[in-house]
């Protein structure tokens, strides 16, 4: 079946510091991967969307500077947040897809970051 | 850019009754409309889609019905079991190719 297996679960950082979370996809070819953030609230906020051999778009108020991720084969992705801060606390996940943006998402458990 | 709503952020139903989740969007360029559920302490999982081709389409105690009209789409569970309590996202994916997330239903399935 197909998998997505994403890590670290949950991680810890000091305010300023960076923190890096991958996503490995096994039993398909994750051509299109989207990170995501949700807050407590429980709301997903779209960071950017990677298609393989394509840019890597962000979205507003998500920058390549403070977000920057990386989709080098069909099958790993990694996003890192550098110079956390309190505001970026949260659930962040990555949902991989087969073809493009317009099939379904596989998901990872999800990377639970918490800013002292 | 897209904008979803989920207008119900709760739902309370009792075991075998039925459910009806519903998600509004804003792109009549919008084209493929997957429901997602995310369950306590866990993660997403997709549930059901539909594309823009069909206005139906039903696996087992799911269906899923689309108004494009409306720019409506809709998640039906039958003979709910309390293990179907979760919050369930739409996702419709606009005509900028990306899948924005609606806030969630919170349903409760009460034995």
């Known amino acids: 079946g197909a998998l997505v297996y994403q890590y670290p679960r949950r991680t810890i950082c000091k305010s300023g510091t960076s923190m890096r979370m991958e996503c490995q996809a096994v039993g398909f070819q994750a051509t299109s991967v989207a990170w995501y953030r949700q807050s407590p609230q429980k709301t997903f906020e779209l960071i950017a969307l990677?298609?393989?051999?394509?840019?890597?778009?962000?979205e507003q108020n998500f920058t390549q500077e403070k977000f920057p991720i990386s989709h080098p084969n069909l099958s790993f992705s990694s996003m890192t947040v550098l110079n956390a801060y309190l505001e970026d606390r949260g659930l962040y996940l990555c949902?991989?897809?087969?073809?493009?943006?317009?099939?379904?998402?596989?998901f990872g458990h999800g990377t639970k970051l918490s800013v002292l | 850019g897209e904008k979803v709503e989920q207008h119900e952020s709760t739902l309370s139903v009792r075991e075998g009754d039925s459910a009806v989740i519903n998600c509004t969007y804003t792109d009549t360029a919008s084209s493929y409309f997957p429901w997602y559920k995310q369950e306590a302490g866990k993660s997403l999982h997709f549930v059901i889609d539909i594309r823009s081709n069909v206005d139906r389409k039903q696996s087992q105690r799911l269906i899923v019905l689309l108004d494009k009209k409306a720019k409506r789409f809709s998640l039906h569970i039958t003979a709910t079991q309390p293990e179907d309590s979760a919050i369930y996202f739409c996702?419709?994916?606009?005509?900028?190719?990306?899948?924005?997330f609606g806030k969630g239903t919170s349903l409760v399935v009460h034995p």
């Open positions: 990677s298609t393989v051999n394509s840019a890597i778009k962000y």
């Open positions: 996702a419709p994916l606009g005509g900028n190719y990306k899948p924005t």
């Open positions: 949902g991989a897809s087969r073809g493009g943006p317009n099939e379904r998402l596989f």
